[in-house]
């Protein structure tokens, strides 16, 4: 069964600051994604990581994939308050027929002014 | 181009009753996938329906079910509900197999009291 675990599950951060946020997965998968949900809001995707090696980035945010390594990074770039919210990393099953996602448990940023 | 759509945004009901909670997918998506998110944690992928058929299913008991119409428009049936089935209902669409992204509707939280 395919595993997707998160770390940290809470990061509080100053504005300015730089950090990453880590994704682990168990099984082979070329596809993964990150969204961000707000409270009580639906998820928004950021990222969709295709490959190995592939490197995405939109303004603050820059995603990464080692698929050799089953592990991504979602890296913040001088954090501003707009950017707390929770974070999912989300694995899919494609390479052996399985579209459902698989979802880590979340990581909650708070950026504190 | 209207995106996913949800209905009802909010629902309380009373454990042992029953509910239907509707989804509407992307314009031009053919495929529907359900999510149920329980507070503080990653969404769970519940079944996907394709062509009017479920195609796969997550680990969630048979009083969950669901159907697709012509239109590919969804629904998601809980039977018998408990307090432990409160939780956000997220309804996601894409494009077949071929597509790798999937997009979410802005949910439907469901109280069971």
């Known amino acids: 069964e395919l595993k997707v675990e998160q770390n940290p599950l809470f990061l509080s951060m100053q504005e300015g600051k730089n950090y990453t946020i880590y994704c682990n997965y168990s099984t082979t998968s070329d596809r993964l994604y990150w969204y961000r949900q707000d409270p009580g809001k639906s998820l928004e995707s950021l990222f969709v990581l295709l490959s190995n090696g592939a490197v995405k980035q939109e303004g603050r945010l820059m995603a990464s994939l080692d698929t050799k390594a089953r592990l991504s990074t979602l890296h913040i770039t001088a954090a501003v308050h707009d950017l707390s919210a929770t974070y999912f990393c989300?694995?899919?099953?494609?390479?052996?027929?399985?579209?459902?996602?698989?979802f880590g448990t979340g990581t909650r940023l708070t950026i504190i002014p | 181009d209207a995106g996913v759509t949800q209905s009802p945004t909010h629902l309380i009901k009373t454990r042992g009753q029953q509910v239907t909670l509707r989804c509407s997918p992307k314009?031009?998506?053919?495929?529907v996938s359900w999510y149920q998110q329980a507070l503080g944690q990653g969404p769970q992928f519940i079944f996907q329906y394709y062509e009017e058929e479920e195609r796969q299913r997550g680990n969630f008991p048979d009083r969950f079910s669901g159907h697709q119409f012509p239109n590919y428009s969804s629904e998601l049936n809980v039977n018998a509900l408990l307090l432990g089935d409160s939780a956000l209902y997220l309804c996601?669409?894409?494009?077949?197999?071929?597509?790798?992204?999937?997009?979410f509707g802005p949910g439907t939280r469901l109280t069971v009291t």
């Open positions: 314009s031009g998506h053919d495929t």
């Open positions: 989300a694995v899919d099953g494609a390479n052996f027929g399985n579209e459902k996602l698989t």
């Open positions: 996601a669409s894409s494009l077949d197999r071929a597509s790798y992204e999937q997009y």
